[in-house]
């Protein structure tokens, strides 16, 4: 059993049949991979499970078209996981796809959050539960920090854009203005300062 | 009295703010649900969104949770639809403008430049948890134990949130 193959046979199989027949895929079928995501990932990062379960296993898009559709959700207001799930639902079949992407990745969590609001209503006052919710709390403010912080060092390029995180933050925790009038001032700001640099093609004017 | 419109309002409104992710939007969140419409309190709204940070899916789910307590069922789906509609929709139709405007200058730029102010609104957005969660000395260990701990391993967050259920348990509980 040591005569190892010269190719990884998991290598031959990656290449064979990426996006082999994402038409024939049943609205049932991108429901029910959308609803297995959705009912197991735990600790947030959805991301990672999306593109485990659905460029890994299933096969259905290839590395390059998950990253593009994630550059486009995270640009686009909304969550990742959901703006995902339209993205690539869409893609596999149309708008009855995309629907059936994001109710299968909602409803696991969406029913276990409505069970937990039942509970919470009838025990959250007890001082054990408040006790245990002060720890989660805290450690959920670990967590948030060390997702966006992981976030920034993908996404931030530039010392400029830590310039721009700076402003956004002093302008909504400071200076207490409102999250769409800051999105709005420091989003077209930092759009137009990264604008497109004349003299690559156009080459016109200074 | 009929809350149902204000919910649609609120979370409709909420959604186009989630640039980056839903922390974005807590500052928000918390104005509108606690501030003005008195749905739940500041701590209520820090345990459930901490909560929920452990169920599975999309993490934003917790609003599920607000629009029960203020509605019962219509109101957790009414808030679900207000919630994930508009932004569905807008990805789904700006998705597909999107992919055709590849060679588009100005898509790179708008990129470029969302890229620091969502991850500025999600700092933001922790920042406001902070205040309410992190309130001595004991909370400020488990939050910076669970942020350093994160940024060094691959732990599943779960885990440790589960973890500062036990501290706080060991700290709080059994006085």
């Given amino acids: 059993m040591n005569d190892a193959p010269a190719v990884p046979p998991i290598l031959v199989e990656a290449t064979a049949d990426v996006l082999a027949s994402p038409g024939e895929l049943t609205i049932g079928q991108i429901f ?53 799930a339209v993205l690539v639902g869409d893609r596999l079949r149309g708008l009855r796809g995309a629907i059936a992407a994001i109710c299968g990745i909602c409803l696991p969590g969406a029913l276990l959050m409505y ?7 009838v025990r959250g006052d007890r001082p054990i539960v408040t006790a245990m919710l002060r720890g989660v709390a805290a450690a959920a403010v670990g967590l948030v920090l060390a997702t966006t912080v992981q976030l920034g060092r993908k996404s931030l390029a530039y010392v400029y854009d830590l310039i721009f995180v700076a402003i956004a933050v002093i302008g909504v925790n400071r200076l207490h203005q409102s999250v769409p009038r800051v999105l709005i001032a420091v989003g077209v700001v930092a759009i137009l300062w990264y604008r497109p640099r004349r003299g690559k093609k156009e080459g016109s004017g200074p | 009295m009929n809350q149902i419109p204000a919910l649609i309002r609120v979370f409709a409104y909420l959604s186009l703010l989630t640039v980056g992710g839903g922390m974005a939007a807590f500052p928000e969140l918390k104005i509108l649900t606690v501030e003005v419409h008195h749905w739940l309190t500041f701590p209520q709204l820090i345990h459930l969104y901490s909560v929920g940070q452990m169920a599975p899916g999309p993490n934003m ?23 994930f509609g508009p932004t569905t929709l807008l990805a789904f139709t700006v998705g597909r403008l999107w992919m055709r405007l590849e060679k588009w200058p100005w898509r790179a730029s708008i990129q470029r430049g969302l890229a620091p102010v969502s991850i500025g609104l999600l700092l933001a957005g922790c920042l406001t948890m902070a ?38 348990l060991f700290a709080f509980g059994l006085k």
């Fill in chain 2, 131 to 168: 205040k309410g969660a992190v309130t001595g000395l004991v909370t400020a260990v488990i939050a910076v134990a669970v942020f350093a701990i994160l940024l060094r391993s691959r732990i599943n967050p779960a885990l440790l949130i589960l973890g500062g259920a036990l501290v706080g």
């Fill in chain 2, 61 to 83: 789910m917790m609003i599920v949770s607000i629009g029960a307590w203020t509605a019962g069922i219509p109101g957790a789906v009414v808030v679900l639809i207000a919630f």
């Fill in chain 1, 32 to 84: 029910g991979a959308f609803l297995l995501i959705g009912a197991t990932s735990f600790g947030g990062g959805v991301v990672a499970y999306l593109r485990s379960g659905l460029v890994s296993k299933h096969r259905w898009l290839d590395d390059k078209t998950f990253v593009e559709l994630l550059s486009i959700s995270q640009t686009l207001p909304g969550l990742n996981a959901t703006n995902m």
């Fill in chain 1, 115 to 121: 069970a937990v609001s039942l509970a919470y209503h």
